[in-house]
T-cell receptor, first 121, second 106 residues
Framework: QVQLQESGPGLVKPSGTLSLTCTVS?????????WSWVRQPPGKGLEWIGE???????NYNSSLKSRVTMSVDKSKSQFSLKLTSVTAADTAVYYC??????????????WGPGTLFTVSS | SYELTQPLSVSVALGQTARIPCGGN??????VHWYQQKPGQAPVLVIY???NRPSGIPERFSGSNSGNTATLTISRVQAGDEADYYC?????????FGTGTKVTVL
């Protein structure tokens, strides 16, 4: 059974940096799947942040691209998210998810439970 | 950027059929995926590539895609189907989610 688990500090001051890690178990990170981050502000909808492949290739949401960096650590079966210059608008539950590639489309079949990240002074 | 529009809410009587639309420009040329999210939980994939059900998802869940609207249909609605539902597509190397629909079972 594939499992994903987010971890990282739950509180950061404005202008600081969010750093989250997703640990993958039950599947190798070295597969044809991509790995994504999705966030959800309290009471709002889902927003795709970006994705990373085990080679280190990335794609980011254009609205966040200037502040986002993703990386992968294959030895630990982990991938990570860094979001700089955070504001209250970045307060959200952050999910990591496995992306399936099929016939030119991508979808998310396994998700972590999510972790609440709050920006507050 | 590509946009997906969903109604804020849909209400359905117990045992009846719920239809949740997802509007997008020429969406019929894209593959649409659907997620169910219950309060405090991560989303769960219920339909992928327009009309395919993952293992473990009841046959009551089905999907279609035509013209400018994709639709998630839930037949014989149960109380446990009450949740938020999101459509999703891939466009220009980016994931795009719909605005989400809250399904209320009466």
């Amino acid at each position: 059974q594939v499992q994903l688990q987010e971890s990282g500090p739950g509180l950061v001051k404005p202008s600081g940096t969010l750093s989250l890690t997703c640990t993958v178990s039950g599947d190798s990170i070295n597969t044809t799947n991509w790995w994504s981050w999705v966030r959800q502000p309290p009471g709002k909808g889902l927003e795709w942040i970006g994705e990373i492949y085990h080679t280190g290739s990335t794609n980011y949401n254009s609205s966040l691209k200037s502040r986002v960096t993703m990386s992968v650590d294959k030895s630990k079966s982990q991938f990570s998210l860094k979001l700089t210059s955070v504001t209250a608008a970045d307060t959200a539950v952050y999910y990591c998810a496995r992306e399936i590639v099929a016939s030119g489309t991508y979808y998310f079949d396994y998700w972590g439970p999510g972790t609440l990240f709050t920006v507050s002074s | 950027s590509y946009e997906l529009t969903q109604p804020l809410s849909v209400s359905v009587a117990l045992g009846q059929t719920a239809r949740i639309p997802c509007g997008g420009n020429n969406i019929e040329y894209k593959s649409v995926h659907w997620y169910q999210q219950k309060p405090g939980q991560a989303p769960v994939l219920v339909i992928y590539r327009d009309d395919n059900r993952p293992s473990g998802i009841p046959e009551r869940f089905s999907g279609s895609n035509s013209g400018n609207t994709a639709t998630l249909t839930i037949s014989r609605v149960q109380a446990g189907d009450e949740a938020d539902y999101y459509c999703q597509v891939w466009d220009s190397s980016a994931g795009v989610f719909g605005t989400g629909t809250k399904v209320t079972v009466l």
